[in-house]
């Protein structure tokens, strides 16, 4: 493994020493600089693995070097570890919130440096070696799957198969119907307006006959012959007027019966396509339904054992992993909606101070001896600060979420607000009993709220 390298940067000589030979006891190249622009000036050239920030210096502070290195490219993804006196969960959420990966105090322990250079991937334990490195993962690797196909994730191939059929039945459907009624719709207009032509026709030839050619008169007989054959053409016209007449009373009359069958046609059609897109509209009605339970059980899923241990971070970690694998489930399904995440704090029993932080009471220790009962981040009201690095990360850059089919809402309760499902021991006990109910209380409750367009697809 390559050597690791720290910047520490402090304007006190003695805090620079204890922590460089701290951080050199672990293995690691320090360099050191006495102020906020001599490290910026350092990382002109040189990008070290990670960063030992003091925040009270002269010139520039610490606080404002970090919103400097994250705004620069070329030194962003440098983890800045803030170290400093100045402590409390208010400065660690103003911290946060710049981007620094957390806050160490001044009179750090060693067991403490070395879990957070550990987190780092700065160093390794050097107490296993490396076959038991290697058979301790596996589990941690089995364990890891097994969390992958949890309850919620099994779900994803039920809800695929059930929307797949219920999606192609319902096509099946809709064309078949459509097919059939226009089909029929269209034969029944052809044969019409065909009739209807065909009548028109007749009546016309039957209106308009050939005029007949007299005979040619003798030239004796011409005034009476033409007398006769006036008479004769009379009559014939009055004859061919009546019938005539009498065709096209006929036929006004099948036209009028015709359009009365056509109006009963046209409504038994009508409530034949009505009957039937009720019967669709119920199906999808169903399906609309069917739906909704499965987005039901994939929330109860997804909330089953949510308690989280003090101190891990709630939006991190494995949580993290189970928000990441359910927004890719959701959006193999077309979800469209809101995925709320909302955090609840428990009431641990702590001992410490605000100075040296926080931390859970021997199992053993009496409630009544607790230095504090509570959550540490009950005092951090900004959204940021109650999230992880990798979790403002993950929102920076996922692209499900920048789709914006999926909006993601994220609400964090205090103690004041926090909807405690586990009664606390009334009476006074030991602190591991009164812990474990607070981490079980201490959780991240998941809400899927999908768009009712989409469940009426």
């Given amino acids: 493994m390559s050597i690791k390298r720290a910047l520490v940067v402090d304007d006190s000589r003695s805090a620079r020493l204890v922590l460089r030979r701290l951080l050199e006891n672990h293995g690691l190249d320090v360099e050191t600089a006495e102020s906020a622009e001599q490290a910026l000036d350092y990382l002109q050239g040189s990008w070290p693995d990670v960063i030992f920030m003091d925040h009270t210096m002269p010139g520039m502070d610490g606080l404002q070097a970090v919103k400097v290195i994250k705004n620069d490219p070329k030194t962003a993804m440098i983890p800045v570890m803030m170290y400093t006196a100045k402590e409390g969960e208010l400065y660690v959420g103003q911290a946060r919130a710049l981007g620094a990966v957390g806050v160490l105090p001044k009179h750090v322990e060693a067991a403490e440096l070395f879990k957070v250079l550990q987190r780092l991937g700065l160093v390794t334990d050097q107490r296993r070696d490396g076959d038991e490195s290697k058979v301790s993962r596996a589990p941690d690797e089995g364990r890891g799957h097994e969390s992958l196909q949890g309850p919620g994730i099994q779900l994803e191939g039920l809800v695929e198969r059930m929307l797949s059929e219920q999606r192609h039945e319902l096509r099946t459907d809709i064309l078949a119907s459509h097919r059939v009624l226009a089909r029929q719709v269209a034969q029944e207009v052809i044969s019409e307006q065909r009739a209807e032509q065909a009548r028109i026709a007749a009546a016309r030839e039957a209106a308009e006959p050939a005029a007949p050619e007299p005979p040619a008169p003798a030239a004796g007989n011409g005034r009476m012959w033409f007398t006769l054959l006036l008479l004769a053409c009379t009559a014939w016209l009055l004859w061919s007027g009546n019938r005539s007449a009498d065709e096209i009373a006929r036929l006004e009359q099948e036209a009028s019966d015709q359009a009365a069958v056509m109006e009963t046609l046209v409504a038994d059609s009508t409530a034949q396509s009505r009957n039937q897109i009720a019967g669709l509209q119920a199906r999808l009605e169903m399906a609309g339904d069917q739906r909704a339970r499965m987005i039901g059980a ?111 809402q994220i609400v964090h309760h205090g103690l004041e607000d926090s909807r405690e499902l586990y009664a606390y021991p009334r009476s006074s006990g030991v602190a591991a009993d009164w812990n474990a109910v607070a981490a079980r209380n201490n959780r991240l409750v998941i809400t899927l709220l999908p768009d009712p367009a989409w469940l009426s697809l």
């Fill in 298 to 408: 994939l929330e109860w899923a997804v909330n089953q054992q949510n308690g989280i241990d003090y101190p891990e971070e709630i939006l991190g970690g494995s949580r993290l992993e189970l928000i990441q694998n359910l927004l890719f489930q959701l959006d193999n399904l077309g979800y469209k909606g809101v995925v709320k995440l909302e955090t609840h704090l428990g009431q641990f029993c702590l001992v410490g101070d605000e100075a040296r932080g926080y931390k859970l009471a021997s199992p053993e220790l009496a409630v009544d001896q607790c230095a504090l009962i509570g959550h540490p981040l009950d005092e951090i009201r900004s959204v940021a600060g109650r999230q992880s690095l990798e979790f403002i990360n993950f929102l920076d850059s996922s692209e499900l979420l920048e789709a914006g089919d999926i909006e993601l």
